[in-house]
């Protein structure tokens, strides 16, 4: 069985930076495509970075230049830096992976995801 979980979330003021972590553990997989999504209350989930397993990190508009999506291959983990951040990007932030199992099955596995609230 394969499980993500979503950390590094809190507390910030506008203009601060979190780093948030996606921790991928099991046995025998392969993590492939990460994204990172976020929901905001009364809101639909918005994907904010997706980055490939050979690195290659894509972001909308909304997040460009301020957000930074990354990955350790070696820990199985994806990290999404962001910085100045404003009140909007208050949000539940969770990451979700396209995991290859040992029995050749991939599909996308969601973390529980981790509170995101810039304030004041």
């Known amino acids: 069985q394969v499980q993500l979980v979503e950390s590094g979330g809190g507390l910030v003021q506008p203009g601060g930076s979190l780093r948030l972590s996606c921790a991928a553990s099991?046995?025998?997989?392969?993590?492939?495509?990460v994204d990172w999504y976020r929901q905001a209350p009364g809101k639909q989930r918005e994907l904010v970075a997706r980055?490939?397993?050979?690195?290659?990190?894509n972001y909308p508009v909304s997040v460009k230049g301020r957000f930074t999506i990354s990955r350790d291959n070696a820990k199985n983990t994806v990290y999404l830096q962001m910085n100045s951040l404003q009140p909007e990007d208050t949000a539940v932030y969770y990451c979700?992976?396209?995991?290859?199992?040992?029995?050749?099955?991939?599909?996308?596995?969601w973390g529980q995801g981790t509170q995101v609230t810039v304030s004041s």
């Open positions: 979700n992976a396209q995991i290859t199992t040992a029995s050749m099955t991939t599909r996308g596995y």
């Open positions: 099991g046995s025998r997989f392969s993590l492939n495509t």
């Open positions: 980055i490939t397993r050979e690195g290659v990190a």
